[in-house]
């Protein structure tokens, strides 16, 4: 049974050893860099030790760290650990602390996960168990936010005084439960398990299977709104540099092939938890890169905000032409048939045309009366007046098959007097683009709104640009 | 007083409509714009399949309010002989021409009937005429009045006063075919502004060119909802199509020999208040000396009156362009 995840000095051997072929995985990348995103380090938080799994409460945010400034009265465990405590940092002010005093103890702390509502936080704490004396669990105990205080403390129902159950990763209604747990069933040393909220108890704990749970380890959940489970695994086929960031996603009821996340998500270092936001434009990072120690990082995008987006009205061409006041049809008396603009001549009472481009067309229903062998004077006429829309146009197939390159082109884009600056893609998926013309590919089945941005050109760096925004839906089709 | 307001309404609406449209200056009965060559009337002994079923034909005149000069019914060639008119035989016979005036002339329901039955000579007799084979009168003019526009019957709807002439062969089997003119001149046709001439059933003889189109106009009065179109001895000779401001071209049922024929439309509500256009075309194996009837009545069994001056106008059909986008 493994102790609390901490990275096995071998990797760093081995990552010095394999770097050749790590270069040469990063010429042949599993999944197109999302190079939208800037990282930087939280210099405010980082102490030089181990800081992880940051999630925000508040106007701050929540971590554990090594920290010996955490004011507990020993800096290790029993093994000359270094312990983790649940610590706060607030943005306004820059202040750090322990999150909640109470739970400052000679223990590990940590992590934690909040519903969105944050009313109900899990959260891992090692206590000592009767049942074993050989060492304290690790388990999850969940408190109740009111007015503030943290009260009602109370453990996960399915802790196991022989395992770690650890990084609870709450689903926003609080109503499922992911964590990593070294249970009995478990495929490798720790897995990603979950339980669900029925009737007032937690189910029985799932494992989730091989198509993510590996025999390395499967570490740190987070559970987005969206539907994805995140999560750091060692264990993965094309899992060479360590702990790598994985995203699965529940589809007919099993959950996908673990795929990994791309640059900037995953360095050749260890990448262990990932939090993000509900539109994926900003979150935070568990890594070593850089320093050989776990380290929090903060990520965003200068992908604007689309607000209220409309739909993108399509301008039509081809139009069914018709006399709705028509109740009686004789070819024997009459032949009928369209002129348009006085030019082009369409037989029929009734026809189908498509106009060659925006314009002006008059069109006006001839009645040629065979009787009288001459045409009958006419008044049923109207102008149809075709114009391109101003908006962002985003040219793309309805229906596109799953895991296949498209391309999504905003060439069409009509702003008479807009001088634009970029085109901005958000593709519905979590991921964004950006240029006039893009490739993208879905990974999973199902409906996307896909929302193209046109940004006005700055005239000076402190403007803020006008953006206006279409959306159109596509329909992502096949198996995962 | 529901039904008051609403009787109101119409008549409001007919007055506007005549106010707008009845400001041409020809009462020539046929008018022009229905390119008629005739009207006709056969002598009571004739057999119906040469072609009039009651052997007597009524027409009204309308004299605006504004107008009190002494006016003149001018008739062209109302003898029964001649180069015109049809010979069964030998020419025997005499049509009668009774002008009326005065109450009842034409609120009278059976005035406005379209057989000669009951008080349809209703109103007060201002003048009549026997006319025979006579060449004096062949292909010429005989004129009645002067009349006082005051002899007539005063109609609000109208805002007119309205006189009728009813031309019956009283014997003889021999056609007589003739025209009238509503003239402010005993020996000239000079026309009345703003009067009109209509009937509720229309005798004519057709045009023996193939090529000549004729028009009649009923006038659809506002409650009109569905119409019954009537035609006697057509004949088969070509067809009868039916445009308004909502119909393009529609064909009706024309008869045969010595029978009546009918058809019945839908009233679209564009064409309320408006005029059809009765047209008719003749077939190409020419019928000659085709005489026909045609009245038109409404749902509740009412005769609607063909206005020689169409009410709104000759009907033109307007359509409504759709453009239905195809992805």
């Known amino acids: ?480 | 007083m529901h039904s008051k307001c609403k009787e109101m309404k119409r008549k409001l609406y007919i007055i506007l409509l005549l106010s707008i449209s009845v400001l041409g200056f020809s009462q020539p009965v046929p008018n022009v714009e229905e390119n008629i060559p005739h009207l006709m009337t056969f002598g009571k002994l004739a057999e119906t399949s040469w072609g009039d079923d009651d052997f007597s034909q009524a027409f009204f005149f309308l004299i605006p309010e504004e107008y009190d000069q002494p006016f003149f019914i001018r008739v062209f060639d109302p003898d029964t002989g001649g180069e015109i008119d049809e010979i069964a035989g030998e020419w025997n016979t005499r049509c009668t021409y009774e002008v009326f005036g005065g109450e009842g002339v034409w609120t009278e329901p059976d005035a406005r009937e379209t057989h000669p039955s009951g008080n349809y000579k209703s109103g007060t007799m201002l003048a009549s005429r026997a006319f025979a084979e006579n060449p004096r009168y062949d292909n010429s003019w005989y004129t009645f009045g002067p009349f006082n526009p005051a002899q007539g019957e005063y109609v609000e709807m109208y805002q007119g006063r309205i006189f009728k002439i009813i031309c019956e062969g009283v014997s003889g089997d021999d056609g007589n075919m003739y025209r009238y003119f509503l003239s402010t001149e005993a020996d000239e046709n000079r026309p009345i502004e703003g009067a009109n001439a209509f009937a509720y059933e229309y005798s004519f003889r057709m045009h023996n060119d193939v090529n000549e189109v004729s028009h009649i106009y009923p006038y659809i009065e506002e409650g009109t909802v569905t119409v019954r179109i009537s035609n006697f001895d057509w004949d088969a000779d070509g067809n009868m199509v039916v445009i308004s401001v909502a119909r393009q071209g529609r064909e009706v049922r024309v008869s045969g020999e010595d029978h009546w024929t009918e058809d019945e439309l839908r009233i679209l509500d564009e064409e309320i208040g408006t005029s059809f256009d009765f047209r008719f075309v003749k077939a190409r194996n020419l019928v000659r000396n085709n005489n026909v009837v045609v009245n038109v009545r409404n749902q509740r069994n009412e005769t609607l009156p063909f206005y020689t001056i169409p009410i709104g106008g000759v009907p033109r059909y307007r359509g409504e362009v759709e453009f239905d986008p195809i992805d």
């Open chain 1, 1 to 480: 049974m493994r102790p609390f995840p901490m990275t096995p000095s071998i990797f760093n051997e081995m990552k010095k050893a394999l770097l050749p072929i790590w270069i040469l995985l990063l010429l042949l990348p599993p999944a197109a860099a999302q190079d939208y995103y800037n990282v930087r380090k939280q210099t405010r938080i980082s102490t030089g030790l181990n800081e992880a799994a940051a999630v925000p409460f508040e106007d701050g945010v929540v971590y554990i760290t090594e920290s010996t400034s955490v004011g507990a009265s020993s800096p290790t465990d029993p093994l000359g650990r270094r312990l983790f405590t649940i610590f706060y940092y607030r943005e306004k002010g820059g202040v750090k602390g322990p999150f909640i005093d109470a739970l400052v103890t000679r223990r590990h702390e940590g992590p934690v996960s909040f519903t969105s509502d944050g009313t109900l936080m899990a959260f891992s704490q090692q206590r000592p168990s009767a049942a074993n004396r050989d060492f304290d669990p690790l388990g999850i105990y969940f408190a109740d936010n009111v007015e503030g205080q943290w009260t009602n403390i109370r453990p996960y129902e399915h802790n196991d005084p022989f395992a770690w159950l650890f990084s609870p990763a709450l689903s926003p209604d609080g109503r499922t439960l992911f964590f990593s747990a070294n249970l009995p069933d478990a495929i490798g040393g720790f897995d990603i398990y979950k339980s669900e909220l029925k009737g007032g108890s937690w189910t029985k704990p799932e494992n989730l299977g091989r198509a993510v749970n590996t025999s390395g380890e499967e570490l740190y959940p987070f559970f987005h709104p969206s539907g994805k489970l995140y999560f750091s695994s060692d264990g993965h086929d094309d899992n060479l540099a360590g702990y790598d960031l994985f995203e699965t996603i529940l589809l007919n009821g099993k959950w996908t092939k673990a795929r990994k996340l791309p640059a900037p998500f995953n360095t050749l270092s260890n990448d262990y938890h990932v939090w993000f936001d509900e539109n994926f434009k900003s979150g935070y990072i568990t890594s070593d890169r850089g320093s050989g120690s776990k380290e929090i990082f903060t990520f965003g995008t200068d992908i604007p905000e689309f607000e209220a987006p409309e739909p993108i009205k399509k301008t039509y061409y081809k139009y069914r032409i018709y006399d709705r006041k028509l109740d009686t049809v004789d070819t024997d008396l009459f032949r009928y048939s369209w002129l348009i603009n006085d030019t082009l001549e369409l037989p029929g009472h009734e026809v189908v045309y498509r106009f060659p481009g925006p314009g002006r067309y008059v069109c006006k229903l001839q009645v040629y009366d065979r009787q009288l062998d001459t045409l009958v004077e006419g008044q049923t006429v109207k102008t149809l007046n075709i114009e391109l829309n101003e908006q962002a146009v985003i040219t793309c197939p309805d229906t596109i098959p799953v895991n296949t390159p498209v391309v999504f082109d905003g060439s069409e884009t009509h702003l008479p007097g807009f001088n634009i600056g970029r085109y901005v893609w958000e593709f519905g998926d979590g991921t964004y683009g950006e240029g006039i013309r893009v490739t993208h590919a879905y990974r999973y089945p199902g409906t996307y709104r896909v929302i193209l941005g046109v940004e006005e050109r700055k005239q000076n760096r402190r403007d803020v640009p006008e953006v206006r925004s279409n959306f159109r839906d596509v329909v992502v089709t096949g198996s995962d």
